[in-house]
């Protein structure tokens, strides 16, 4: 501290020493007396405190009540550090001591301050309320509000000598948590005394404080609500209902002991909804009671909470069996049921409880926060405590000492967290000694940032160094969270050359499964195959994993999901980009874990196209390209294989290889929705089919040595021309072509043939893609009738032989590759059959409608359940396409607004002509995407296509996942689909059938 000239000291120079308003601090040194200006000792004090001008604040109220405190201060250079430190940190301790100055007494001596134990805490607080703390069960002397004030001034005495010795650094962080705890104890045992003295006769029950969470662990905040578990015995020859009613009252009273307001206000609340049953279940229970709950209904994340579970007032020896029989549940926690699923439905909710506007500024519940490091902590001690004593400690930081020591967290790394924790711990007690009041929000203003920073010891810029210190801590908290579970295993696995004690084989493979690897032997593998070894591929491995594995761990098949990062890796793992791309892009390596382990369908695409990884970096690379820049990419890489037709179509797959995993990525993430993913899939079959048809062409005209001789092209049918292609589509297609003027009919008949005929043959190549069968049976005559025909031999067959059916197929006709001219002209033809003037008779709509139901009880699969098939059963994208083709087949002659080849366009046309209620229409819509996405869904995770509902438990639980379901979500899952199918079953009755 720079010497300050024996004058009065001005406004710019309290500036330099730190005032934030140095008029203001001039103002009150003035009002203290000339001697404080003058006073290097003082000012060095006021100086050093976090707010120098709270401090001034305070002591000026301080002086106003007595004018003597500055001598006292001159005298005593411990009382002056410590009473300016907790003045310049705490604004509410300031007014305590104003309002009782006597209190300077705690607070003074140029030794450091003892430090009290619990038993001296627990007697200064039972003497507060008139209680003798020789007796097992004290009674408080009176109940009333005096009383209640007693307790306060006495409770807020020993909090301001312990602030005292923690802002002057007399008290380690480990001492302030445990004396917080100790003093909440000794206060719920002085409330528990007050409540005794309103019973007359509380005798008849034991009762037993259970202190739970930071209480319990001996971590507690400054201020915080303190949770507590209540257990109770009747004594020998009570009974024991009225020993329970009697325990209720004393537990009620002593928590509103600790919550009523005062003229010194309330201590904190005492919470105790970890109690069995939470909120809803009885206050107190004996301790048979509490076992019985564990044992048969107790979930995870109440196990989790016991791990802190210590006795803290009352009848400590009842407490201490309650502790010993808890103990024996909480360490086979991790072999339950569901435990994984548990874990994740707890991260869930604590996440739920921050707001999006707060989670950057929170401290405990956001990103990084302490709740981070205590959730991992905990899960380590759950999954490996019931082997290892060693692990069984109730505070976070002791916990992951031990955890480090037993090799389940690297020593560097279990360092770095614990130094987050230490940091975040000395936040929160900052933030809430100015007010002592329960928060955990980083403060917005400046101000509050300085104070938080001086009071961390940052002096040159304390808002910056704060800020960035800070936010260096969480960032490394949350990483090391993510990394923690995971580390160990791999040096499990690797034998890596590092000091750092490795995890057994065993626990590696129990911290496998508790996180829902089904094949923790086989993970074990998987990740020894990709680390072993000293190439820097193993490195970035080592480094990649930990976080991929608790991703793979999210998804909804873990084991699946890392044997397709095995096999991606070892495709690509000689290539310089694709591990620096997962390293260094978080989005990559997250969202290809949650494809990889989604989907069997994409892992496979992968293998083959492993380098369409590099397009998951970026939201906006998993958007569909548009058909026409895919169109010209594909007849360019034709282009590149002239007379190689074969070479070329492979060449071409391989681009719809890679725009399949774009459009599945995009999917599976939900950035497109079941109508996109229709179109893009469409899209990319007529770009791969103009592709085959142009090499083909070539191929026939090389052979054939002279043009081709006529007009040829393809017209989409079915799903495909409808846009509405899922993944495992075929294509249906029909061929037609003109001959051109002037040459022989014959010829061009002949080449048209060989360019369909090769043009299935390029598609039907073995080939590692998905393949697209070209499938032309919905030409006229079916199977039967030639492959090609002639424009004008499609337009006399319709005038003279079409059926319904050949008018309904034509509703999905549309141009697909070839000839564009061509592929209008035949969609004229097309349109005189689809969109008749008048709509078609009613024998032809009665005949529909046989064939509907012919169809139905034909060409179900058997054993096929009709309300899961999602093409045929009921309620299924049949039913809701043939509803909207009648509808356009009577109507869309005189309603051009219902000439499209899509089915939900044509029912919204409906709606818009007035021929279809809007609740129809949600109804139909809804049943027809549940169902396209169920089968788009059934093909992602199985690799192949199905039309029904698999039976298999475990692949519905998979479906329901990729669709959006929580992990235990698969039987809402199919509720939902019959729910909805048989709405819209409803619907196509009456509006189909006209019943």
Same mark, same amino acid.
């Given at each position: 501290?720079?010497?300050?000239?024996?004058?009065?000291?001005?406004?710019?120079?309290?500036?330099?020493?730190?005032?934030?308003d140095?008029?203001?601090?001039?103002?009150?040194l003035?009002?203290l007396?000339?001697?404080?200006?003058?006073?290097l000792d003082?000012?060095?004090?006021?100086?050093?405190?976090a707010?120098?001008?709270?401090?001034?604040?305070?002591l000026?109220?301080?002086?106003?009540?007595?004018?003597?405190?500055?001598?006292?201060?001159?005298?005593?250079?411990?009382?002056?550090?410590?009473?300016?430190?907790?003045?310049?940190?705490?604004?509410?301790?300031?007014?305590?001591?104003?309002?009782h100055?006597?209190?300077?007494?705690?607070?003074?001596?140029?030794?450091?301050l003892p430090?009290?134990?619990?038993?001296?805490?627990?007697?200064e607080?039972?003497?507060?309320?008139g209680?003798?703390?020789?007796?097992?069960e004290?009674?408080?002397?009176?109940?009333?509000?005096?009383?209640?004030?007693?307790?306060?001034?006495?409770?807020?005495?020993?909090?301001?000598h312990?602030?005292?010795?923690d802002?002057?650094?007399?008290?380690?962080?480990?001492?302030?948590?445990?004396?917080?705890?100790?003093?909440?104890?000794?206060?719920?045992?002085?409330?528990?005394?007050?409540?005794?003295?309103?019973?007359?006769?509380?005798?008849?029950?034991?009762?037993?404080?259970?202190g739970?969470?930071?209480?319990?662990?001996?971590?507690?905040?400054y201020?915080?609500?303190v949770?507590?578990?209540f257990?109770a015995?009747?004594r020998?020859?009570?009974?024991?209902?009225?020993?329970?009613?009697?325990?209720?009252?004393?537990a009620?009273?002593?928590?509103?002991v600790?919550?009523?307001?005062?003229?010194?206000?309330?201590l904190?609340? =005492?919470?105790?909804?970890?109690?069995?049953? +939470? /909120?809803?279940? @009885? #206050?107190? &229970?004996?301790? $048979?009671?509490h076992? *019985?709950?564990?044992?048969?209904?107790?979930?995870?994340?109440?196990?989790?909470a016991?791990?802190?579970?210590?006795?803290?007032?009352g009848?400590?020896?009842?407490?201490?069996?309650?502790?010993?029989?808890?103990?024996?549940?909480?360490?086979?926690?991790?072999?339950?049921?569901?435990?994984v699923?548990?874990?994740?439905?707890?991260r869930?909710?604590?996440?739920?409880?921050v707001?999006?506007?707060?989670?950057?500024?929170?401290?405990?519940?956001?990103?990084?926060g302490?709740?981070?490091?205590?959730?991992? =902590?905990?899960?380590?001690?759950?999954?490996? +405590? /019931?082997?290892? @004593? #060693?692990? &069984?400690r109730? $505070?976070?930081l002791? *916990?992951?000492?031990?955890?480090?020591?037993?090799?389940?967290?690297?020593?560097?790394?279990?360092?770095?967290?614990?130094?987050?924790?230490?940091?975040?711990?000395?936040?929160?007690?900052?933030?809430?000694?100015?007010?002592l009041?329960?928060?955990?929000?980083?403060?917005?203003?400046?101000?509050?940032?300085?104070?938080?920073?001086r009071?961390?010891?940052?002096?040159s810029?304390?808002?910056?160094?704060?800020?960035?210190?800070?936010?260096?801590?969480?960032m490394?908290?949350?990483?090391?969270?993510?990394?923690?579970?995971?580390?160990?295993?791999?040096?499990?696995?690797?034998?890596?050359?590092?000091?750092?004690?490795?995890?057994?084989? *065993?626990?590696?493979?129990?911290?496998?499964?508790?996180?829902?690897?089904?094949?923790?032997a086989?993970?074990?593998?998987?990740?020894?195959?990709?680390t072993?070894?000293?190439?820097?591929?193993?490195?970035?491995?080592?480094?990649?994993?930990?976080?991929?594995?608790?991703?793979?761990?999210?998804?909804?098949?873990?084991?699946?999901?890392?044997?397709?990062?095995?096999?991606?890796?070892?495709?690509?793992?000689?290539?310089?980009?694709y591990?620096?791309?997962?390293?260094?892009e978080?989005?990559?390596?997250?969202?290809l874990?949650?494809?990889?382990?989604?989907?069997?369908?994409?892992?496979?695409?992968?293998?083959?196209?492993?380098?369409?990884?590099?397009?998951?970096?970026?939201?906006?690379?998993?958007?569909?390209?548009?058909?026409?820049?895919?169109?010209?990419?594909?007849?360019?890489?034709?282009?590149?294989?002239?007379?190689?037709?074969?070479?070329?179509?492979?060449?071409?797959?391989?681009?719809?290889?890679?725009?399949l995993?774009?459009?599945?990525?995009?999917?599976?993430?939900?950035r497109?929705?079941?109508?996109?993913?229709g179109?893009?899939?469409?899209?990319?079959n007529?770009?791969?089919?103009?592709a085959?048809?142009?090499?083909?062409?070539?191929?026939?005209e090389?052979?054939?040595?002279?043009?081709?001789?006529?007009?040829?092209?393809?017209?989409?049918?079915?799903?495909?021309?409808?846009?509405?292609?899922?993944?495992?589509?075929?294509?249906?297609?029909?061929?037609?072509?003109?001959?051109?003027?002037?040459?022989s009919?014959?010829d061009?008949?002949?080449?048209?043939?060989?360019?369909?005929?090769e043009?299935?043959?390029?598609l039907?190549?073995?080939?590692?893609?998905?393949?697209?069968?070209?499938?032309?049976?919905?030409?006229?005559?079916?199977?039967?009738?030639?492959?090609?025909?002639?424009?004008?031999?499609?337009?006399?067959y319709?005038?003279?032989?079409s059926?319904?059916?050949?008018?309904?197929?034509?509703?999905?006709?549309?141009?697909?590759?070839?000839?564009?001219?061509?592929?209008?002209?035949f969609?004229?033809?097309a349109?005189?059959?689809?969109?008749?003037?008048?709509?078609?008779?009613?024998?032809?709509?009665?005949?529909?409608?046989?064939?509907k139901?012919?169809?139905?009880?034909?060409?179900?699969?058997?054993?096929?359940?009709?309300?899961?098939?999602?093409?045929?059963?009921?309620?299924?994208?049949?039913?809701?396409?043939?509803?909207?083709q009648?509808?356009?087949?009577r109507?869309?002659?005189s309603?051009?607004?219902?000439?499209?080849t899509?089915?939900?366009?044509?029912?919204?046309a409906?709606?818009?002509?007035?021929?279809?209620?809007?609740?129809d229409?949600?109804?139909?819509?809804?049943?027809?995407?549940?169902?396209?996405?169920?089968?788009?869904?059934?093909?992602?995770?199985?690799?192949r296509?199905?039309?029904?509902?698999?039976?298999?438990?475990?692949?519905?639980?998979?479906i329901?996942r990729?669709?959006?379901?929580?992990?235990?979500?698969?039987?809402d899952?199919?509720d939902?689909?019959?729910?909805?199918?048989?709405?819209?079953?409803?619907?196509?009755?009456?509006?189909?059938?006209?019943?």
């Amino acid at each position: 501290m720079n010497a300050v000239p024996r004058m009065r000291t001005t406004a710019g120079q309290l500036a330099r020493l730190g005032f934030a308003d140095g008029t203001r601090a001039e103002r009150l040194l003035d009002e203290l007396g000339p001697q404080a200006a003058e006073d290097l000792d003082l000012l060095d004090s006021l100086a050093a405190a976090a707010d120098p001008d709270l401090a001034l604040t305070s002591l000026n109220r301080l002086a106003e009540q007595d004018r003597g405190v500055l001598e006292t201060l001159r005298s005593d250079p411990g009382l002056r550090a410590r009473l300016l430190g907790v003045f310049g940190v705490s604004a509410a301790l300031g007014e305590h001591v104003v309002r009782h100055p006597g209190h300077l007494d705690l607070l003074g001596g140029a030794r450091p301050l003892p430090r009290p134990t619990a038993q001296e805490l627990r007697a200064e607080l039972l003497l507060a309320v008139g209680a003798d703390p020789e007796d097992p069960e004290p009674r408080a002397a009176g109940v009333g509000t005096p009383t209640l004030v007693a307790l306060r001034v006495a409770y807020r005495g020993r909090l301001l000598h312990l602030a005292a010795r923690d802002v002057t650094g007399e008290a380690s962080l480990a001492d302030v948590t445990a004396e917080l705890s100790d003093l909440a104890g000794a206060a719920l045992e002085a409330a528990l005394a007050v409540a005794r003295a309103e019973h007359a006769d509380p005798g008849s029950v034991r009762l037993a404080v259970i202190g739970m969470g930071k209480c319990g662990a001996r971590e507690l905040n400054y201020i915080s609500d303190v949770d507590v578990v209540f257990v109770a015995e009747p004594r020998e020859g009570a009974e024991e209902t009225e020993a329970i009613q009697t325990a209720t009252r004393l537990a009620k009273g002593m928590m509103r002991v600790c919550s009523a307001s005062t003229p010194e206000g309330a201590l904190w609340e =005492v919470d105790a909804a970890l109690r069995p049953e +939470g /909120r809803s279940g @009885p #206050l107190v &229970r004996t301790l $048979a009671s509490h076992q *019985a709950y564990y044992r048969r209904w107790a979930k995870t994340w109440e196990f989790q909470a016991l791990l802190k579970a210590r006795p803290v007032a009352g009848d400590l020896e009842l407490g201490e069996q309650y502790v010993s029989a808890m103990n024996e549940m909480v360490w086979q926690a991790a072999t339950r049921d569901r435990f994984v699923e548990d874990v994740q439905a707890m991260r869930r909710r604590v996440e739920a409880h921050v707001r999006g506007d707060e989670a950057e500024r929170q401290i405990k519940l956001g990103p990084g926060g302490l709740r981070d490091i205590e959730f991992a =902590v905990q899960l380590l001690q759950l999954v490996h +405590g /019931r082997l290892d @004593p #060693l692990l &069984r400690r109730r $505070a976070t930081l002791p *916990a992951l000492a031990a955890l480090s020591r037993g090799g389940y967290v690297g020593r560097d790394d279990a360092k770095a967290l614990a130094e987050a924790y230490a940091f975040l711990r000395r936040i929160e007690h900052l933030i809430q000694l100015y007010r002592l009041r329960r928060t955990h929000l980083v403060p917005q203003s400046e101000t509050d940032l300085r104070r938080l920073g001086r009071g961390l010891g940052m002096v040159s810029d304390p808002v910056g160094e704060f800020t960035t210190r800070w936010r260096r801590h969480a960032m490394e908290a949350r990483r090391l969270h993510e990394k923690l579970f995971y580390r160990p295993l791999l040096q499990a696995v690797a034998r890596l050359p590092e000091s750092e004690a490795r995890l057994s084989t *065993a626990a590696a493979q129990a911290r496998l499964e508790a996180l829902g690897y089904t094949d923790p032997a086989g993970a074990l593998r998987h990740i020894s195959a990709l680390t072993s070894g000293v190439s820097r591929r193993a490195a970035i491995q080592r480094t990649l994993l930990p976080v991929m594995l608790g991703w793979f761990a999210d998804a909804p098949d873990p084991d699946a999901g890392l044997l397709g990062f095995r096999q991606v890796s070892d495709k690509l793992g000689a290539t310089p980009w694709y591990l620096r791309l997962l390293r260094d892009e978080t989005a990559v390596a997250s969202r290809l874990t949650r494809l990889l382990g989604s989907s069997r369908y994409v892992t496979g695409l992968l293998l083959h196209a492993p380098e369409a990884v590099a397009m998951l970096g970026s939201d906006a690379e998993l958007d569909p390209r548009p058909a026409e820049t895919l169109l010209t990419e594909a007849r360019a890489t034709v282009g590149r294989y002239p007379g190689e037709a074969e070479i070329a179509v492979a060449a071409a797959r391989g681009l719809r290889r890679r725009e399949l995993v774009r459009t599945a990525a995009a999917d599976l993430s939900g950035r497109i929705d079941v109508e996109r993913v229709g179109q893009a899939l469409s899209a990319l079959n007529d770009v791969t089919i103009q592709a085959a048809l142009d090499a083909a062409i070539g191929k026939v005209e090389m052979e054939r040595r002279a043009p081709l001789g006529t007009r040829f092209a393809v017209i989409a049918m079915g799903r495909l021309g409808g846009l509405e292609c899922s993944y495992g589509s075929d294509a249906d297609v029909m061929f037609v072509h003109s001959p051109l003027a002037g040459g022989s009919e014959r010829d061009a008949t002949d080449a048209a043939f060989a360019v369909a005929n090769e043009l299935r043959r390029l598609l039907a190549l073995p080939a590692p893609d998905p393949p697209l069968l070209i499938d032309p049976d919905l030409r006229p005559e079916g199977r039967q009738g030639p492959l090609v025909r002639t424009l004008a031999s499609y337009a006399a067959y319709y005038e003279r032989w079409s059926s319904p059916w050949e008018s309904q197929a034509l509703l999905r006709a549309r141009f697909s590759a070839g000839d564009a001219s061509l592929g209008a002209e035949f969609l004229g033809v097309a349109d005189r059959l689809r969109y008749p003037e008048g709509g078609i008779p009613d024998a032809a709509v009665t005949q529909i409608r046989t064939l509907k139901a012919r169809m139905e009880a034909e060409r179900l699969p058997r054993g096929a359940d009709p309300t899961l098939h999602t093409k045929l059963g009921r309620g299924g994208l049949s039913d809701v396409e043939w509803v909207a083709q009648l509808i356009q087949l009577r109507h869309a002659g005189s309603s051009p607004p219902l000439r499209t080849t899509r089915t939900l366009e044509a029912l919204r046309a409906a709606v818009a002509e007035g021929l279809l209620s809007e609740a129809d229409e949600a109804a139909l819509a809804g049943a027809w995407r549940l169902a396209s996405r169920v089968r788009d869904a059934v093909m992602l995770v199985r690799g192949r296509a199905s039309d029904s509902v698999p039976v298999d438990a475990r692949e519905r639980a998979l479906i329901s996942r990729v669709l959006g379901y929580p992990p235990d979500g698969s039987g809402d899952f199919v509720d939902d689909y019959r729910r909805v199918t048989r709405r819209a079953r409803l619907v196509m009755e009456r509006v189909f059938y006209g019943g």
